[in-house]
């Protein structure tokens, strides 16, 4: 396959925002082309992650109307939609427009905003993602789901919920360096025992937030790489797999196998194995979505996630930092935006522009994005330019 | 670029249906497998055509919702919205997979379920299509904006509402021969003018009508085209091309540059000129759309598709038939599936197996799906099998 490389890469502060939906994807877009040093006339196509901007905010054709806004009118314009893995999708589309020998220059968007709903409407809005007809409309919305996997989680393998703590607090802790991120607040076991029970054992502090962002990143293809103002970023590696949305008919549900494929699938392209992955951003939208991911991902043996957990081998200075950025957890998770954020944060640590959270000697960095609860997947590997 | 064909189609009778938003694309689906010869087994990915099933029926992420009713659970499923062009851009989703050399065979189906929402509902949702916080929220719906574009081009160019008619009235009798129709009714110009006004000049027999269906088809590699029961329909071009979603922005409303734009596109990749299509499905929505449609693709200079469509030039028997199906107008316009299902009625022609609608001689078969109203264009021009 033709390679591809990233070349821009910003993010808007996730959290409420002031900003309109487009004004967050125009603002992300602009900062991922003055990053690069590109113009938008450069530009040959957009595509662009948002899970529900219908109902969210009344606006669904959302990426010619980004298009527009950044004066790109005429370039085909594209919005994906996969659920919390729409992001990730959007820029798998991307990279097959550059490698079918369409494009040499896409940019790829994610956006959400979902402040401006009521909380209530929104539980029900991303419950959507879900099986309604089977499972969400008699009540299994997203903690629920997530609970019972965190449930069945626990009981196999004989755990209390010291390991959920343990990512919690980690992700925090990691958000506190993150400019971008929606909380900076350390948080103790105290508070998470102190705060509301959303579905047992699940409790406020084992959700991620609602959120409004954006982010996005500039692709271009491998020998176009040279002629932007960043190091490029190389994309060794991708996969995307698909599961059934209702929970009632996964056999396991200590495991997502849509992550495992998507996963074996990046590691196959890529030519490497988790135990070279130096970092990886995953989709922690509870916490025992964290522990599962560092299992199907490979870096932990099943079962073996949550005693890993605990010990701090997913911290930043473990055997595989897990989140460094904070994760959906801490940094936030506007839904569309999601993916691509976990892009521009493995775009930052590989180019060593992460600040405070910056992790030493980054060579290949991991993204994990989950749609639902597992049926969709995106898992994507980046390595430094050569 | 690497070849596509098409080796399988199948639609589901547009219309209202008793049948659910899942099961009307389950239905296209394994319609379009059995008509191909493959088994579900055979198919690498699947991209899913659907404007608002979020609102519309409370369930998005339905791309691995119907790849798992398929029984494709583990294959990459991706949803692609772009309004009411959502069809064909999963289309050219799909095309871009193969041409990447990422897959052999993938299935593109296109679905919405519209007619078990309110119908005022409906007209709000559809107006999420065009631009919420400038237009359509101050009451700018669809119908006002098709409006506003027959004013103009009537008053542009000199002529009464005739030429609407004269859409509407081949449109109406071209159904007539098409089991998957929604409409078989015949209709005059005193029907027309009996029938109430929507939005000065369009009244009720200018206006697509809301539909439920589903449409899907096969793309294959062209190299695995022969291992299939159908002859290989070819895809020799297709062009993507995006506007601004407001009208207040159009410098000029009796033409969509995006339709300009995708069309050349197509064209130039094919390499062939208008003068060589045999005929061409293209988005009526409403009646205006139609005449401008055979303007933007060349087939008519401007202001000379209103005296075509008048003098027969774009009948069964005329200079390039146009919507032999009976279009979005008479054959139904369940949005997400539109696109999909002009597709569906291409490959059917261009295989001699369009029963009573059949073209004598179709060589090249065009067709023309545009999301809002025009804000996105995306053209496709299909050949038969060398």
């Known amino acids: 396959m033709r390679e591809v490389a990233i070349v821009g890469a910003a993010e808007t502060r996730f959290g409420k925002s002031e900003l309109s939906y487009r004004e967050l994807a125009v603002e992300a877009a602009r900062g991922a082309l003055e990053d690069a040093g590109a113009e938008p006339g450069q530009v040959e196509a957009l595509f662009l992650g948002s899970y529900s901007p219908g109902t969210f905010v009344h606006q669904e054709h959302v990426a010619p109307l ?16 996969n659920a919390c893995a729409s992001g990730a999708t959007a820029f798998v ?29 929104t539980t029900r809005i991303l419950a959507e993602a ?48 993150n400019p971008y991120a929606q909380f900076h607040k350390a948080i103790t076991a105290e508070d998470i025992a102190n705060s509301p ?32 103002a960043k190091p490029a970023v190389r994309v060794l590696g991708f996969g995307q797999a698909s599961d059934s949305l209702a929970l009632y008919r996964r056999p396991d549900l200590t495991t997502l196998p849509a992550a495992r494929q998507a996963a074996q699938r990046a590691y196959r392209m890529a030519g490497v194995s988790p135990r070279d992955i130096s970092l ?9 979505a964290e522990i599962i ?31 460094p950025s904070g994760g959906l957890k801490a940094k936030g998770h506007p839904v569309g935006a999601t993916g691509v954020g976990q892009l521009v944060e493995a775009t930052f640590q590989l180019r060593g522009e992460a600040g405070g959270r910056q992790i030493d000697g980054v060579e290949l960095a991991l993204t994990h994005n989950v749609g639902g609860s597992g049926a969709t997947c995106v898992v994507t590997i980046l390595g430094r330019a050569a």
């Open 280 to 288: 990886a951003e995953v989709h922690d939208c509870f916490t025992i």
């Open 197 to 228: 029970m959303v579905a047992d054992p699940l409790t406020l502090y084992d959700c991620s937030p609602i959120s409004d962002g954006a982010a996005a990143i500039l692709l271009v293809a491998g020998d176009a790489a040279r002629n932007f």
């Open 93 to 121: 589309s991307g990279m097959m427009a550059i490698a079918a020998g369409l494009y040499d220059v896409v940019l790829v968007v994610g956006a959400e905003k979902m402040t401006s709903t009521p909380v209530a409407e």
């Open 293 to 323: 991911a560092t299992e199907d991902l490979g870096f932990f043996e099943p079962g073996e996630g949550g005693e890993a957990a605990r010990a701090g081998a997913t911290s930043r200075d473990g055997q595989i930092p897990v989140n």
């Open 66 to 81: 980004i298009a527009s806004e950044l004066g790109l009118s005429h370039i085909p314009s594209t919005r994906v939609e």
């Open 130 to 177: 879900a099986d309604w007809e089977n499972e969400s409309k008699v009540g299994l919305t997203f903690p629920g789901a997530f609970a019972l996997m965190a449930q069945a989680y626990l009981h196999k393998y004989g755990y209390g919920r010291e390991i959920l703590d343990a990512v919690a607090i980690k992700n925090h802790a990691n958000a506190l360096a």
